[in-house]
């Protein structure tokens, strides 16, 4: 069982930054990918960025350059920070983790354990 937590998000204007956080109870099982996801309502929850165990990353060809996934492994915590943010950034952001592979954002259909999510909402 997998217990996620997010944190960090709020409103912001285009250009601006955000991090968000996620505690991750794992008991430092590395075995897991950790992901961030984003939805917007009436659109299906689609993948940001994936980090595994090794600390390799994937991201979502709209966020590249511009959003980092990373990990602290001693506080069992997973970050997204986001820079040069835009409107079409605004969504509601999820973490999310599971034991599958990470050298592509894998689905969201495949990740068991969720977090509550966090709003982010940029104006322009």
């Known amino acids: 069982q997998v217990q996620l937590v997010e944190s960090g998000g709020g409103s912001v204007q285009a250009g601006g930054s955000l991090r968000l956080s996620c505690a991750a109870s794992r008991s430092g099982d590395s075995s897991y990918c950790l992901g961030w996801f984003r939805q917007v309502p009436g659109k299906e929850r689609e993948g940001v960025a994936a980090?595994?165990?090794?600390?390799?990353?994937s991201y979502a060809d709209s966020v590249k350059g511009r959003f980092t996934i990373s990990q602290d492994n001693a506080k069992n915590t997973l970050y997204l920070q986001m820079n040069s943010l835009k409107p079409e950034d605004t969504a509601m952001y999820y973490c999310?983790?599971?034991?599958?592979?990470?050298?592509?954002?894998?689905?969201?259909?495949?990740?068991?354990?969720w977090g509550q999510g966090t709003q982010v909402t940029v104006s322009s």
């Open positions: 999310a983790a599971e034991r599958v592979g990470c050298y592509t954002v894998p689905p969201a259909s495949l990740f068991s354990y």
């Open positions: 980090i595994d165990g090794d600390g390799r990353t």
